[in-house]
Nanobody, 126 residues
Framework: QVRVVESGGSSVQSGGSLRLSCDVF????????VGWFRQAPGKRREGVAA???????HYADSAKGRFTISQDNAKSIVYLQMNSLKPEDTAMYYC????????????????????WGQGTQVTVSS
């Protein structure tokens, strides 16, 4: 059974940095696409960044230039490095994985991912 576990969330001040980690366990797929999503109170969940097994990356406009998604294939861990954090980045951050082959905007479409973690809270204070 596939398990997705996030870690690394914390409270930081505006301008600070955090690195989130996503461990994906228990799968036998030849490949997985992994994405980071976030949901702020009262808002719908939105895509932040995603990576495929070739290392190609996809970012939401809000993340471009500040966030970097990367993967350690040996450890099956996907990281989200978040720099220059803003109060509007405050949200529960979720990692998701799926073996489907996504194209274009599909990478940041949360409805297409089948395996989800429980989330890790990121709070950015001004």
């Amino acid at each position: 059974q596939v398990r997705v576990v996030e870690s690394g969330g914390s409270s930081v001040q505006s301008g600070g940095s955090l690195r989130l980690s996503c461990d994906v366990f228990g799968h036998t797929y030849n490949h997985l696409f992994v994405g980071w999503f976030r949901q702020a109170p009262g808002k719908r969940r939105e895509g932040v960044a995603a990576i495929d097994d070739n290392g190609d990356t996809h970012y939401a406009d809000s993340a471009k230039g500040r966030f970097t998604i990367s993967q350690d294939n040996a450890k099956s861990i996907v990281y989200l490095q978040m720099n220059s954090l803003k109060p509007e980045d405050t949200a529960m951050y979720y990692c998701a994985a799926d073996p489907a082959h996504f194209l274009g905007d599909q990478f940041l479409d949360d409805t297409l991912y089948g395996f989800w973690g429980q989330g890790t809270q990121v709070t950015v204070s001004s």
